[in-house]
Structure formats: C-alpha cells, structure tokens
C-alpha cells in the first residue's frame, strides 16, 4: 500500500502537468484558428 501511495502521485504530476500544457496549447491554436479564419473571410468577402 505504501509502495502505491508513493508511485501515484509520480503518474499523476506528469499527466496533470501534460494536461495543463495541452490545454494552454489547444486554446491559444484555436484562437490562432479563429484569427486566420477571419483574416480569410475578410480577403474572401472585403467589407
């Protein structure tokens, strides 16, 4: 049980470290996304 305890939180520090980074990734590549989305639009259909 002691062995568990103590190799849990070493699986859990990378993973949730991992998560935080590919979610700080996929929002700012959305948000790159979302820009050239609307720079096409605007060379598409000039306003």
């Known amino acids: 049980?002691?062995?568990t305890s103590n190799?849990?939180?070493r699986i859990i520090?990378?993973?949730?470290?991992?998560a935080?980074?590919?979610l700080a990734f996929h929002h700012d590549l959305s948000l790159l996304l979302k820009?050239?989305?609307f720079s096409m639009?605007?060379?598409i259909s000039p306003t």
């Open 1 to 3: 049980l002691k062995k």
């Open 7 to 9: 190799f849990l939180p």
């Open 13 to 18: 520090l990378p993973f949730s470290f991992l």
């Open 20 to 22: 935080i980074v590919s």
């Open 35 to 37: 820009g050239v989305t």
């Open 41 to 43: 639009m605007d060379t």
